[in-house]
């Protein structure tokens, strides 16, 4: 017996083919707006400084502590120490962060760097096809 593909194979295809353009062209619409990045600096356990990560933004300034002081880089919308006055420097080998999460943290002179994104709802979307 012989398989062939009739009217109703052809049909399935494509619906498939229709439905993935469809979450294609959401998903290039969808993405207009999200994907802001912030960074929030802290020191002390206290906000000294938020700002947005894009490609055009580019900044230097300095964080001072008693113990010392950390200078904060900000460029093509990524965030590293550029140089610290701590002792293990291990804030400076953390190298630059730019997603959502990544953290850098230096001890001795209490500073964080947190990456996050301010979308304000993250869309999960199952297709579920039977």
Not at 44 to 50: A, F, K, Q
Not at 64 to 82: A, C, L, R, T
Request: include cysteine; hydrophobic fraction near 40%; charged fraction near 25%.
């Amino acid at each position: 017996m012989r398989n062939k593909i009739n009217k109703y194979d052809i049909a399935l295809i494509a619906a498939i083919v229709a439905v993935n353009v469809l979450i294609l062209i959401y998903g290039a619409f969808n993405t207009a707006d999200k994907g802001k990045k912030i960074a929030y600096v802290y020191s002390d356990n206290r906000l000294v400084g938020e700002y947005t990560l894009t490609e055009d933004y580019e900044t230097e300034f300095k964080v001072e502590v008693d113990s010392g002081y950390n200078i904060v880089h900000i460029q093509d919308g990524s965030v590293w120490i550029q140089d610290a006055t701590c002792p293990d420097k291990v804030c400076l080998h953390q190298g630059k962060i730019s997603k959502d999460g990544e953290i850098i943290v230096c001890l001795p002179n209490r500073l964080m760097i947190q990456i996050e994104d301010n979308s304000e709802t993250e869309d999960m979307t199952d297709i579920i096809v039977k």
